[in-house]
């Protein structure tokens, strides 16, 4: 069996699951892996024949999304030649974690194709969202990555083809630790944002992953530490606690692992926000911002007694062989 399996690169949670997968999929087949965008810090292990640009995230400093970067760096013509490029018929089975050139490729091609990934989950109505609904949001949860077939990952099972999410088995077979740090990963914000209220607080100590740090470095109560997973993973199995954005892996390892949360969404990322409401719904602490508060929050947020509920792993070769099993075939 030959299986495509295109990966957005907006984050490093995709490339991340795409890593763990990777090793139960070539059970199955010859495995070749598309990635588009260019977002992510982690290295690829996993063979990446065909690339593309396709739509990146930009930030603001402080938390948010840099809306006009997105668009300017956007090139529709490019995106088309790409989807048109992909050899998608010579393979058995396509496999998309949300990505728009392969979903235009299946399309223009009339391939069937698998959405597998947390954004799937959203297909259901059942799936948390904020207070407020947003228009745009919601059609790109549901339409940027068209596929025949759905399978989610989220929080909880929220729907009949909504599982629980894939943890990194270094964490399923690890000793967790309580060594009284603070894990920190926020790449929405810049240095200057937060390093007031980390410093403030000078009797804790924090291991704040930072996009541009190249070596481990002490700064009075901070270890600043570069994007690395091999480092992340040892900080978080040994944390107190982590602060994190609103996405979906990271949070999902840290309730696996039993660690307090807190949970920064970024602003105006509609699908950050609905995370952030499962969470919330779950008993996880849920800032709207990192303001002037913030250092009085994380200690209201550490004296807080109540423990957050633990998430259930994936079984990934049960998944998959669903997946298989169950593929939409070709018209």
Request: overall charge positive; proline content about 5%; glycine content about 6%.
């Amino acid at each position: 069996m030959k299986i495509f399996y295109a990966v957005q690169a907006t984050g490093n949670g995709h490339i991340s699951r795409a890593a763990q997968l990777y090793p139960y999929l070539k059970k199955f087949g010859e495995v070749d892996f598309f990635v588009s965008g260019n977002n992510s810090n982690l290295d690829f292990n996993f063979p990446v024949r065909y690339r593309s640009d396709g739509c990146s995230l930009h930030y603001s400093k402080c938390g948010g999304l840099n809306y006009m970067d997105i668009v300017k760096n956007i090139k529709p013509l490019s995106m088309y030649k790409d989807a048109k490029a992909l050899p998608l018929k010579r393979y058995d089975v396509v496999i998309n974690d949300f990505d728009f050139v392969t979903s235009l490729a299946c399309k223009l091609q009339k391939v069937p194709s698998v959405q597998l990934g947390h954004q799937a989950s959203f297909q259901s109505d059942n799936t948390p969202r904020p207070d407020k609904k947003s228009i745009v949001g919601e059609t790109i949860l549901k339409h940027y990555a068209h596929a025949t077939k759905h399978i989610g990952f989220h929080f909880q099972k929220y729907d009949s083809f909504v599982l629980p999410p894939v943890i990194k088995e270094e964490f399923i077979n690890a000793s967790v630790q309580n060594l009284k740090h603070i894990t920190v990963y926020l790449p929405s914000f810049q240095k200057h944002c937060l390093l007031q209220a980390f410093t403030h607080l000078k009797h804790l100590q924090f291991h704040w992953f930072l996009d541009g740090i190249k070596e481990i470095t002490v700064q009075n109560n901070i270890t600043f530490y570069p994007v690395n997973q091999q480092l992340f993973n040892q900080s978080l199995l040994n944390c107190l606690g982590l602060i994190t954005g609103g996405g979906f892996e990271t949070p999902a390892e840290a309730l696996y692992l039993g660690k307090k949360l807190m949970s920064i969404p970024i602003k105006n990322h509609y699908e950050q926000q609905c995370n952030a409401a499962a969470l919330r719904k779950m008993g996880v602490t849920v800032l709207e911002d990192a303001d002037e508060h913030f250092a009085d929050n994380i200690l209201k947020w550490l004296s807080d007694p109540k423990s957050n509920p633990k998430v259930q792993s994936n079984t990934i070769p049960e998944t998959l062989q669903f997946l298989f099993d169950t593929y939409p075939k070709s018209n």
